[in-house]
């Protein structure tokens, strides 16, 4: 294990020194020198509770003597803002028997306790831990892992990582919500016991006298009190031995004190036969238990309901692929298909994993991946998705990927992760869940003395006490903002869009600046050659400019080849069409944000931009006639680029491209504009080309030929005077600004890379999806501060009329059971969701 606790000596008895601090080894990545050793052990020692470091470049670790594991993210930190890395996993851990934010808050302290973990954000909802390690394999941290959760008083297992297993990690696991103590007969004999012991209190409402005898209330209420009720005393000793207290508690001390209240009555003598006996609460106890199961049954079932979306991406995956091997089909086990076998999906058929058409047309219904409703044209050579649906052709496919590699386990973890992962907004119901249930059991304890000393009704006083008790809800704040987010994020999946983590969901919402990256983004990003004019072909005869041009084109091309650049393709591709013999170039080397260079022949060679030309000292008379081709192609909005010999520092030639629009692409910019949000455009192109799409678009800004690395600066110059700016874009170059953004939101046409580091990922390639992901985050939002409202207006309002005796033990606890039922039932609106038509406005 790369992380562990190695306590050292203690110091020798009988002395004064101070006992020696343990100690804990921190992997690091990037260090290559004594100077590098140096920054990191000045890093560390700044850091507070560390007492001393050792780092050793030769094992590429850091030896930190420190007061607690409490330091260890502190630490890394450090290591990484000193321009190093300490290596983190994460492990997706499933808990069991929690029931309120209490328990979360328990088992996230206890996780952050375990030495090597630098972060545990706990879901109530899920039922799901998601811990950050600093270094070493998740495998050996698993023990300490599950033993801290054990010994907080709950039980964790791992949860596995593929697509099988994902309808059954969807909300409460499907053997538990099946199992008897857990399903609806739970509720069902709880409330059949119950129902004598409350009739009496029914009838008298009009005006009928019917009492049941005491022998009888105590058999109903016994085994509803100890058997259906057991759970609470289980939960709730296990939170006392822990030191501290849940929801359980609440309510096993509670109707363990009406239930105690109706023997001693009993006991007294005082429970005679006959209408004058004093009244007995053995139907609180019971009711209370009854409605509280009722209403965590209830809750089971909705909160089973906010996580469909994970279960039906999960569900598109088929358990069988038909395999072509030797020539022949055969069906087998998903589990048996490998990368490079060829895969046969006939007409109707879902397709089973990941990869490229070699053979047969087709149209794939890919709706439930990317929301997109129409079937897309499936050809030779082009990908499908596993999940999607086969149209009217039979297609045989080159398997690219399959189980956790494939885009719909991606999918399915990236919507797993955003809904596992807390918002920033949950940190307030984190303090109060801390201190919650201690400061109900003073408000129970002053209810109890107060009551019983003021009045000597000490009966009464037990009564209000334990309505105090059991109208507590801290499950209701447990489920506030987590049940908004599985639901959010789920409906957004619906739509194609994804959301990577919780904090970029309720950023989303406040974003009043997008910027945009033009290529790829608002624009086709598929762009074809539309002029190619060479130096030479300028001045000569028909059939002299078109050997020029073609000429021009091959040496273009050989400086293209192997380049998955949109521009390169475009040349590749022209140069295809005509048939052309492309020579080999050489010592090819990229030229971030201005081109291309490389040898042709001995001859050195450049391609770019004309920054580039003026870069290489490449002069052009401004009156010739490649010039003035140049200028009217750039006021047309086309993308021009140069071909330099570069010794002779001459202009051979020009290649001009062009780039459609998207559709919808200025429908998107007008929707943002109506629900007040600025646009920018951020572009490498020319200015002419920018300046030309952002006409078309109606966009408010537009900052051309902006290098890669700028972009982020760009976006923090956005950033400045509070507005809070989210960048759109898909590629390699777009990953700097996508992080350095508010919120990073990547188009899943372009590349992992971008799409790693944006917050939300665009299933389609529509621009129109950005103001959807911007009103879903705005209604997500809004869904969990009314929760947190209700959550706590039930606690404020509830909690003081009982304590004033205003509420009986039975109500208050219909009152608790109601508040979870609600809270997760307001959660379980935002599946009604969708995207707005696209000729309307954003829905707020």
Not at 378 to 398: F, M, P, Q, S, Y
Not at 419 to 439: E, N, T, Y
Not at 821 to 831: I, T
Request: a neutral charge; hydrophobic letters at 50%; one cysteine or more.
């Amino acid at each position: 294990m790369s992380t562990s606790s190695i306590p050292l000596s203690p110091a020798p008895a009988g002395t004064n020194a101070t006992p020696a601090a343990p100690e804990w080894r921190l992997p690091i990545e990037g260090m290559t020198c004594a100077s590098c050793v140096r920054r990191v052990e000045n890093a560390l020692a700044k850091v507070p509770g560390v007492r001393s470091v050792a780092v050793n470049l030769a094992t590429e670790e850091a030896t930190v003597q420190a007061d607690s594991a409490a330091v260890l993210p502190a630490a890394a930190d450090a290591i990484a803002a000193a321009g190093y890395a300490v290596p983190r996993t994460e492990l997706e851990l499933s808990v069991r028997e929690m029931t309120c934010a209490s328990c979360v808050g328990r088992v996230e302290r206890a996780l952050r306790a375990v030495p090597g973990v630098v972060d545990a954000q706990v879901n109530l909802a899920t039922e799901r831990a998601l811990v950050t390690l600093v270094g070493g394999s998740a495998a050996d941290m698993l023990p300490a892992l599950t033993e801290a959760v054990s010994r907080a008083g709950y039980a964790a297992e791992p949860v596995s990582d593929g697509v099988a297993d994902a309808a059954a990690a969807a909300g409460a696991p499907p053997a538990r919500t099946a199992d008897f103590w857990s399903g609806p007969w739970s509720v069902a004999i709880p409330a059949a016991l119950s129902l004598p012991l409350v009739a009496p209190m029914v009838l008298g409402w009009f005006g009928i006298a019917w009492n049941v005898p005491a022998l009888w209330q105590w058999l109903l209420a016994t085994p509803v009190q100890f058997v259906f009720g057991w759970r609470f005393y289980r939960a709730g000793w296990k939170a006392l031995r822990a030191g501290t207290g849940n929801m359980d508690l609440l309510v096993a001390l509670g109707t363990s004190a009406a239930y105690g209240l109706s023997l001693w009555l009993i006991w007294r003598g005082a429970a005679a036969h006959g209408e004058s006996h004093p009244h007995l609460y053995f139907e609180s106890a019971a009711v209370v238990i009854t409605l509280v199961r009722l209403g965590k049954w209830l809750e089971v079932r909705a909160k089973r309901q906010t996580a469909d979306a994970i279960r039906a991406l999960a569900a598109l995956r088929p358990d069988t692929a038909r395999v072509r091997r030797d020539g022949v089909d055969t069906t087998v086990p998903l589990a048996q298909v490998r990368v490079g076998d060829e895969v046969v999906v006939l007409p109707g058929e879902r397709i089973p994993v990941d990869g490229v058409v070699i053979d047969g047309d087709s149209h794939a219904d890919e709706s439930m991946l990317t929301g997109e409703s129409l079937p897309v044209p499936k050809h030779v050579d082009d990908r499908v998705t596993g999940g999607a649906i086969n149209g009217e052709g039979r297609l045989v496919l080159r398997t690219a990927a399959v189980g956790a590699e494939t885009v719909l386990a991606r999918i399915i973890r990236m919507v797993e992760h955003a809904q596992a992962a807390k918002a920033p907004i949950q940190r307030l119901v984190d303090r109060v869940s801390a201190v919650f249930v201690p400061v109900v059991l003073a408000i129970a304890l002053v209810t109890l003395l107060g009551w019983g000393l003021a009045l000597g009704d000490w009966q009464s006083a037990l009564l209000n006490a334990v309505a105090v008790l059991v109208i507590a809800c801290p499950c209701a704040l447990g489920l506030a903002t987590p049940t908004a987010i599985i639901a959010g994020t789920g409906a957004g999946a619906r739509a194609g869009i994804l959301v990577k983590d919780a904090e970029a969901l309720e950023t989303a919402h406040r974003v009043n600046v997008v910027a945009f990256d033009k290529t790829g983004t608002l624009t086709v990003g598929q762009p074809e050659v539309v002029a190619l004019l060479s130096a030479e072909g300028m001045t000569g005869g028909g059939e002299r400019r078109d050997d020029a041009s073609s000429l021009l084109l091959a040496r273009l091309a050989a400086l293209q080849a192997g380049s998955e650049h949109p521009l390169a393709r475009a040349v590749l591709h022209a140069a295809e069409q005509r048939a052309l013999a492309v020579p080999v170039a050489s010592e090819l080397r990229a030229l971030p944000g201005r081109g291309i260079s490389g040898r042709i022949d001995g001859v050195a060679w450049a391609l770019g931009s004309e920054r580039l030309r003026k870069e290489l000292g490449a002069s052009l008379d401004e009156s010739s006639a490649l010039q003035r081709e140049a200028e009217a192609l750039r006021r047309a909005g086309r993308t021009v680029s140069w071909l330099i010999a570069v010794d002779t520092r001459r202009v051979e030639g020009l290649v001009a491209f062009g780039d459609a629009i998207k559709p919808g692409a200025r429908e998107a910019v007008a929707r943002l504009h109506a629900a007040g949000v600025r646009t920018v455009m951020l572009s490498g192109d020319s200015h002419g080309a920018a300046a030309q799409v952002a006409d078309a678009l109606g966009i408010d800004d537009v900052q051309a030929e902006v290098l890669p690395e700028d972009k982020a600066a760009r976006v923090a110059s956005l950033k400045r005077g509070g507005a809070v700016v989210a960048m759109v874009g898909d590629g390699v170059n777009d990953a700097p600004a996508l992080a350095a953004a508010d919120v990073g939101i990547a188009m899943s046409t372009g590349t992992d890379v971008a799409m790693h580091a944006a917050g939300i990922t665009l299933m389609r390639g529509d621009p129109g999806l950005v103001a959807d992901a911007l009103a879903m985050s705005h209604r997500t939002v809004r869904k969990i501060r009314q929760n947190l409202f209700w959550a706590f207006v039930y606690n404020v309002i509830g909690i003081p009329l009982a304590a004033a005796g205003l509420l009986s033990p039975v109500v208050a606890g219909a009152a608790m059971a109601f508040s979870s039922v609600s809270v997760v039932g307001n959660a379980l609106l935002l599946r009604r969701w969708r995207p707005a038509p696209r000729d309307g406005a954003v829905p707020r």
